[in-house]
Structure formats: structure tokens, C-alpha cells
């Protein structure tokens, strides 16, 4: 056959198969950007490490230090307890509230962050109200917490984040046995000792694993913290990049960051272990949730609302009480960012489903070692922050533009200056470094439910491995695959740091972010507005998912 998985040289020896090389090539350019930082930060033209370490990282450290503290705490108490609520308990709006509280994933922190601003600012609604009914004349006679802090950046991203957790813990919490309840409750365990000694224990994998993405997360963003002024390891490296002029010294801060990551990794795998849960071999009872009366159903009802009344409602009403005053919605420029964004992360979305599906056939069409060993490496791009992946990227491309410059000079004498850098290509590389796990995560997970003997019939009829996966696996998969292009899409299109530092067209992420730093928040709304809406049809989707 012609796409035989080896053909043997001679014995102890197998040409490799071109779906193997093509996985190993796929796994090479997505840790390409990864290593390209760390080499960086290695041999900087200029060292500036000690004058760093002397002055501003130590402020960095600490701020995305405590940053992450406080959203993780956050997160994680706002998604175990209206989890455990929504799965143990019936009462007043549960059924809609369960997925509601997926809703704040549509609405980006940068997004939500400028909303509170708006709320709660001196011209807001907010104080506006008060000054009115207190016959109050300025600021100066009555008390407001400020608002743009470290703390309100906390507020902002963990009811922005604190849906990781939810959905994890809340699937844990429903693949428990209720036998293990009954029997507490039979022992005298009252509703707090039941959630503390039997359902928090058992969920903790799910409940770590989720405020690790929180944290995550938390150092990738930007657009929060710089809107707040809050100065972090992220916005360190658009300091000494974009205004130090300085690419060894930001890499420097990246490696930070990776390293940030890497301890936060490894200490979630460390936590969990020693740690072995398992089901009965008989099919287990479902827990039945229990009726809640009087003012203890209405308390649950309001523990679960108010994180989606802050987190989505709030953000959307602001949004769109903006938008609709604006005239922005005829604006050449937003027209234009609707387009790159279109463009941009619709062919990030199509390539990276489509390395994914190569890859993952590939490694188990070859079982060869190194592609199989290298697939689950490539999943570290979800993990390392668009920053980071920016300098990554940045780096070798530079070095390929500067020669094909040097070689377009000698050919006809005239200097094109940097042909690619700044490109739509260079975001795409990105965003399908930044969003490959996505798409192979899924692409395993589909394949793996496929059937062996279906693709060996196939191949038994004389079908190529190519041939098979057309006709047998991708009409099995499509719905799998169509989910995955949808939540690449749709988080590329929230993506910020990446394209601040990689594209100079303007995209809805970057008009937001642009209009609402000059505080002009009527025409980042509309931009904002569509990007809420894009987000929702990836909740939408994730809800059907997890029924």
C-alpha cells in the first residue's frame, strides 16, 4: 500500500510513515514559539535581568502573585458552592440558574472590567443615584471606594472565570454514588458535614484542575489589569517590549511566567497523586437532589443569581444601554475589525481542527513513539499565556524576515523592509499555537470513540488511510469537529494580549480595548456587544455538551 504505516530498510529499522512525520512536524512548529522564548531570554542583546530583578519585577511578581490568590480563592468557593447547590437541592429557578451560570464565560474580564468602571465611576448610575438623593454636590461630601484597584481586578476576573469551576465540580458532584450520602445522613450528618467530609473530598481533582485554569487565565490577562493600572508580569512584558524597545528583557519576564505556569502544573499533579477515586463495579444511584422550603430555597436561589446577575447581566445591560446611543455601528473601523476577525480567526480555527485531526489520526495511524510522545507536549500552548506565545512567535519570525529582506536587497537592490512581521499570518500561527490543545483534545476524544473494526473493514476494501478517514471517522466526528472549530473561533476572537503585540489591523478584541482605554466606552460598545454574542453561542453549545 502506498500509505503503509512503515515499510522496513532492514531489520530493526522502519522508514517512518508520512503521518507520522506530519504529526511530529505539527508538534514541532507548536512547540517552535516555546522554546524560540526561553533561547531568547538566554542570549538577550542587551541584559537587563539584574535591573529587573532590582526594580520593577519584584512588583510584578507580587501583584500577579496575590492576582492569582485571590481569583483562585474566589473561583473556587463561587463554583463548589453553586454547584453543589444546582446538584443536591431543588429550588426556584434551579433548572435555568444551571446554565445561566455558564453564561459569564461570554463576557471577557477586559469586557466586564469596563463595564463595572461605567456602573460605578463618578458619572455612573451608581453614584449618580446617590448624589441625587442625598442632595449630594461632589465627591467630597460622602465616601466611595475607588474603584480601579487590585482588588476590583480580582472582582472582575473571578466572576468572569469562576465558570471553569463550576462546570468541573458540578459534573463531579453529578457522577457521584447517593449511596455515600444516605449513608452519612443516616450516620447524623447534617447538610455542611455532608458537603465537607463526603462531596468536597471526592470533587477536589475536578475542583484543583478548574482553579488551575483560573490561574492560568489570571496571568494571561491584560486587558483587565492594565484598564485597572494594575501592574503584572503580562503587562510587564508590553513595558519592556513595546515601550523599552527591549525583546531579551520581555522574554526574560516570559520565562517568569513559564516558569509561573510549569510550578502551577506540576503542584496540581502533585496534589492529586496520591489520590484514587474510583466508581463500584455495580451501576451506582444517582444523587437525588433534595426539595429546599421557606427562606432556605430563596437563599439558594440568590447564592446562585448573583454571580450571574455580576458576572453577565450587569456587563450585557451596560454594553447594550451604550450601544444602541452609539453610531458606531456604521464606522468604517468597526467594520473592518469585524472582517480581520472573521478572517483571522476563522483560518486560525480551520487549521487548527484540521493539524488536530492529522495529528491525532496520524499517532494512532503510525504507533510510533515520538509523535505519540510529543502530542500530549503540544497541549502546553493552552497553558502558556498570549503573551508569551507573541514573543515566541515574534522571535524566529523576525530572523526570517531580516533574511528575506537581505536577499529580496542583494537580488534587486531595493530594501522591502519586514515583509511578515505584523501580518494576519503571524496572528494565525499564533492563535493555533495558543488553541492547538482545543482541537487535539477534541480530535482524541472523537477518534477514540470510533469503532476499530469500522476503519480496518475500510482498509480491508482496499480504502488508504487517507481514503478511511474521509469516508469512515470525519462523518463520525463531524459534530465533535464542528465544536471544535466553534470554541477555537470563539476564543481567538477574545484572545488580546496576542494581538495587541502580533497585528497592526484592528480586530474587535483590540477596537475595544482601544476605545475603552480612552475611556469611550459608547463606541467600544458595539465591538464589545458582537464579541459577547460570539461568546454565547460557545456557552450555548458547551450547555447542550453537559445536559
Request: glycine share 8%; hydrophobic share 55%.
Amino acid at each position: 500500500m502506498p500509505d503503509q504505516i512503515a515499510q522496513p530498510l532492514s531489520k530493526g529499522w522502519r522508514w517512518p510513515s508520512p503521518w507520522s512525520v506530519g504529526a511530529a512536524a505539527i508538534a514541532v512548529v507548536v512547540l517552535l514559539p516555546i522554546v524560540a522564548v526561553i533561547w531568547f531570554a538566554l542570549t538577550p542583546t542587551e541584559n537587563i535581568w539584574p535591573h529587573l530583578r532590582s526594580t520593577t519585577l519584584p512588583r510584578y511578581l507580587r501583584n500577579t502573585g496575590i492576582l492569582m490568590g485571590g481569583v483562585g480563592l474566589a473561583t473556587a468557593v463561587i463554583g463548589t458552592c453553586t454547584a453543589w447547590l444546582v446538584v443536591m437541592y431543588t429550588f426556584p429557578g434551579r433548572r435555568w440558574l444551571q446554565w445561566a451560570l455558564l453564561t459569564p464565560l461570554a463576557i471577557p474580564s477586559y469586557v466586564g472590567a469596563y463595564a463595572l468602571v461605567d456602573f460605578l465611576e463618578y458619572a455612573g448610575p451608581v453614584q449618580t443615584l446617590l448624589r441625587d438623593t442625598f442632595g449630594w454636590v461632589d465627591a467630597r461630601e460622602y465616601w466611595f471606594p475607588q474603584i480601579r484597584t487590585r482588588g476590583a481586578a480580582t472582582f472582575v476576573m473571578s466572576l468572569a472565570l469562576f465558570p471553569y469551576v463550576y462546570i468541573l465540580a458540578r459534573a463531579a458532584f453529578r457522577e457521584q454514588s447517593g449511596a455515600g450520602y444516605e449513608v452519612a445522613r443516616a450516620l447524623g450528618a447534617g447538610p455542611f458535614a455532608r458537603f465537607w467530609r463526603v462531596g468536597l473530598p471526592l470533587a477536589r481533582p475536578a475542583i484543583v484542575a478548574g482553579v488551575a485554569v483560573v490561574m492560568m487565565e489570571t496571568v494571561n490577562d491584560f486587558g483587565t489589569v492594565d484598564f485597572f493600572a494594575v501592574q503584572t508580569l503580562t503587562t510587564g512584558i508590553f513595558s519592556v517590549w513595546r515601550q523599552g524597545g527591549n525583546l531579551g528583557g520581555a522574554a526574560q519576564i516570559a520565562c517568569v511566567v513559564l516558569s509561573l505556569i510549569v510550578i502551577l502544573v506540576t503542584l496540581e499533579k502533585i496534589s492529586r497523586r496520591k489520590s484514587r477515586f474510583a466508581a463500584g463495579a455495580r451501576h451506582q444511584r444517582p444523587v437525588a437532589a433534595t426539595p429546599l422550603t421557606g427562606w432556605r430555597s430563596w437563599a439558594a436561589t440568590a447564592i446562585c443569581a448573583t454571580p450571574v446577575l455580576l458576572g453577565f447581566l450587569l456587563p450585557v445591560l451596560v454594553i447594550v444601554s451604550h450601544a444602541f446611543d452609539a453610531g458606531e455601528w456604521a464606522a468604517p473601523g468597526l467594520i473592518e475589525a469585524v472582517f480581520w476577525t472573521l478572517t483571522v480567526c476563522g483560518t486560525a480555527a480551520v487549521i487548527t481542527v484540521m493539524g488536530g485531526v492529522f495529528m491525532v489520526y496520524g499517532v494512532r495511524l503510525s504507533r510510533q513513539r515520538l509523535p505519540a510522545l510529543l502530542m500530549p507536549v503540544t497541549a502546553l500552548g493552552y497553558a502558556v499565556p498570549g503573551a508569551v506565545l507573541a514573543l515566541g512567535v515574534l522571535v524566529p519570525l523576525v530572523w526570517v524576515d531580516n533574511r528575506l529582506a537581505d536577499a529580496i536587497l542583494a537580488l534587486t537592490g531595493d530594501d522591502p523592509g519586514l515583509l511578515l512581521t505584523g501580518s494576519a499570518g503571524v496572528l494565525v500561527i499564533a492563535y493555533v499555537v495558543r488553541f492547538f490543545a482545543i482541537a487535539q483534545g477534541t480530535a482524541d476524544a472523537a477518534l477514540g470513540r470510533v469503532s476499530p473494526s469500522l476503519p480496518m473493514a475500510a482498509r480491508s476494501l482496499g480504502r488508504t488511510a487517507g481514503g478511511t478517514l474521509r469516508a469512515v471517522h470525519l462523518p463520525m466526528v463531524k459534530a465533535s469537529v464542528g465544536s471544535a472549530l466553534l470554541l477555537v473561533f470563539v476564543d481567538a476572537v477574545k484572545e488580546l494580549p496576542a494581538t495587541l503585540m502580533l497585528f497592526h489591523e484592528d480586530t474587535l478584541a483590540t477596537r475595544v480595548h482601544a476605545k475603552a482605554s480612552l475611556e469611550n466606552i459608547a463606541e467600544a460598545a458595539p465591538a464589545a456587544l458582537v464579541i459577547s454574542v460570539v461568546g454565547l453561542a460557545a456557552v450555548a453549545l458547551l450547555a447542550h455538551a453537559n445536559r
